[in-house]
């Protein structure tokens, strides 16, 4: 078993089931220049001098339609990011810029126009290329999950930080009180974003969900419920203001080894004034993710609590008000997990993470769901 890492308070850790070593981003930042077009990046086949098997994989993922995917993450082999693009047929890696850590996140509000942050950095493609984009030092500079309403609107959040981009630069913006951990968030407006996460007191007896509402200008809390005394939100969806679904852990589902049949999984959804719970299935494993593809169709994904017997791979539907379990899919007999997805419609979602091969090394993973079934769409591995 391997647990990749992942950023500060995201405790619904990718568990693949091999015999790799723990595989985690590495290298200090690049600071860029002041513009996005100021300083274009290294490509990410840069060959590695260390031996040893590949160690790569797809931890985010934003589709603006069936043709025009782009997924981020990191060749911990070389220490560079990662960074492919889906045009319908293939994978096929892109410029990724001269970051030396891992890329956790990504949105793109068009084809010509994504953003990815990671590690203190951010990356903006520009439907040619990527560019390394300034970021705010100190407090503030750690976001680790952003989300794009359009060009020229940003929201990038993280543990104790949240930053906002106006089209030209990044500035901070401060958090209601410190102690808030934000892993997600989710922007379906420019003057509308839902960020969730979970803050934990002084003692650490206890961890409560949270989530803020950015209005443009400040921070609102929603208040959303917390099940039981340890609680996180790990995943937004938002198709509008009022239709927006959250998913999280409970209890300590997140600490191995866990009990059979723990009860892990919980949602929300969020109609612009209130929270309401989501039924649950009898025994769901950890999920990390989700995107609604429609106001009333959600897919989540994560991996398994090591007692579902689903090969360590995980993944949920929603059909209105109830979650289902779909027939699921873990290539090859080695181990694989999924930790990015997104949709463009109800019956078209990408899901993307990791995929342990025969040789002990990992590989990028991506899979389509077209409402019924998955399938496994090969990627492009990074020349070492």
């Not at 803050?199 to 949270?210: D, F, I, K, P, Y």
């Amino acid at each position: 078993m391997i647990i990749l890492n992942r950023p500060a308070h995201r405790t619904a850790a990718i568990m693949i089931l091999g015999a790799l070593a723990t595989v985690c981003g590495c290298g200090s930042p690049v600071t860029a220049g002041t513009s996005p077009a100021a300083t274009q990046g290294t490509a990410t086949t840069v060959a590695s001098s260390s031996p040893g098997p590949p160690r790569s994989y797809l931890t985010a993922v934003s589709c603006v339609n069936s043709t025009f995917c782009v997924a981020v993450g990191a060749d911990s082999g070389t220490g560079r990011s990662l960074a492919e693009r889906w045009n319908g047929r293939r994978w096929r890696i892109m410029d990724a810029g001269a970051v030396t850590s891992r890329l956790s996140s990504v949105s793109c509000p068009s084809t010509t126009f994504c953003m990815a942050v990671g590690n203190a950095s951010a990356q903006l493609w520009d439907g040619t290329r990527w560019w390394a984009v300034k970021t705010p030092q100190g407090a503030g500079s750690r976001v680790q999950a952003v989300s794009c309403a359009a060009r020229r609107f940003c929201l990038a959040v993280g543990s104790d930080a949240a930053q906002v981009w106006n089209g030209v630069s990044w500035r901070v913006v401060s958090l209601p009180r410190p102690g808030i951990g934000l892993q997600a968030v989710s922007c379906p407006a420019v003057s509308y974003c839902l960020a969730v996460g979970s803050e934990q007191n002084h003692a650490g007896t206890r961890s409560l969900s949270r989530a803020l509402h950015w209005t443009g200008r400040n921070w609102r809390a929603t208040h959303p419920p917390s099940p039981g005394r340890f609680a996180n939100l790990s995943g937004i969806s938002c198709r509008t203001r009022a239709t927006c679904v959250a998913i999280g852990w409970r209890g300590h589902c997140h600490q191995l080894p866990q009990p059979l049949g723990q009860h892990c999984f919980f949602s929300l959804r969020w109609d612009g004034r209130t929270w309401t719970p989501l039924p649950s299935p009898a025994r769901t494993p950890l999920v990390a993710n989700v995107a609604c593809g429609s106001a009333t169709a959600c897919l989540a994904v994560g991996d398994c609590n090591l007692t579902a017997n689903c090969r360590g791979i995980m993944a949920l539907v929603l059909h209105g008000r109830a979650w289902h379990q779909p027939p699921a899919l873990a290539p090859g007999e080695h181990g694989s997990s999924l930790e990015g997805v997104s949709c463009w419609r109800r019956s078209g979602c990408i899901a993307t993470g990791g995929a342990v091969n025969s040789a002990g090394g990992l590989l990028p993973l991506a899979q389509s769901w077209n409402g019924l079934r998955w399938r496994v769409l090969p990627t492009a591995a990074p020349v070492r």
